[in-house]
């Protein structure tokens, strides 16, 4: 009961830091906008962990987050080679083939109203698949490594990715490609110097949505054949063997990889669309 009431006193307080943060003068400061998420996320652990002990909540059902900690820091090993295999070998791989393809498939059909017509129906088709079903065929057809796993993620981006670049393409008005025309601009050169760069926040719309896709299709391929290696592995044999701490742990990984991974490519979207409104500060 007293770690019960310790995290309830901790939310309480760590409820009033932010209301006096939040209607402060200080709430756009930089140091604000890193402390009320860092102490909100501190304080879901907290939670979590007094409610767990003080309730004496039995840890196959939910282990607290100090277990859980305790399990990352004895399987490093383990976790770096399923990182490895699952994120490196088949998210990234997947990624880079599944968005590549997209954008040159973009180009394409803004180039051919025919391929417009025809392919995106098909896309949309695609996409409207269930993973779970397609995930096996994709197993069978690639063999159990890495390459399976990385179709299986391209199936996942490539309509996202698709759908918000040929949109970013139409983004540009017709006045400004009417005066690209006056310039007698090439379509290539109207596509490199216009449209393009107008498109990128469309661009980089899909490749943030992607890089949640990617790492969840991996994972969830590893479940229908992976060899003795990799997140969703890992997952499914430990849930069997009631090992739900290296369950955490494996979850606990791929959310961090994950954030990171959102949080390079919005990095790099800073940098390349710092024209547009939204990057404004």
Partial sequence: MTWLIFALVFWA????????????????????????PVLFGVTILVVWEGVVRGLGVPSVILPPPSAIWAQITQSVPTLWMDFVQTFIKGALTGYLMGCGA??????????SPFLQRGLLPVGNFIAALPIIG???ILVMWFGFDWHSKAAVVVVMVFFPMLVNTVQGLAASDTMQRDLMKTY??????TLLKLRLPAAMPFV???????TTL??????????????????????????????????????????????AFYGLVAAIEKGVTFWHPSQRS
């Fill in 214 to 259: 990617a790492l969840i299709g991996a994972i969830v391929a590893e479940f229908f054949g992976s060899p003795i290696k990799g997140m969703g592995f890992r997952i499914s044999t430990e849930v069997g063997r009631l090992g739900l701490d290296m369950v955490w742990a494996e979850i606990a990984v791929a959310a961090v990889a994950g954030s």
């Fill in 13 to 36: 307080l760590a409820f009033f830091a932010n209301v006096r943060i939040a209607n402060s003068g200080h709430s756009t400061a930089l140091w604000a906008r890193l402390f009320v």
């Fill in 134 to 136: 397609t995930a096996p």
């Fill in 204 to 210: 980089f719309n899909g490749l943030k949505i992607s």
């Fill in 102 to 111: 997209a954008f040159a498939v973009a180009v394409l059909i803004d180039r």
């Fill in 184 to 189: 007698s601009a090439s379509y290539w050169q």
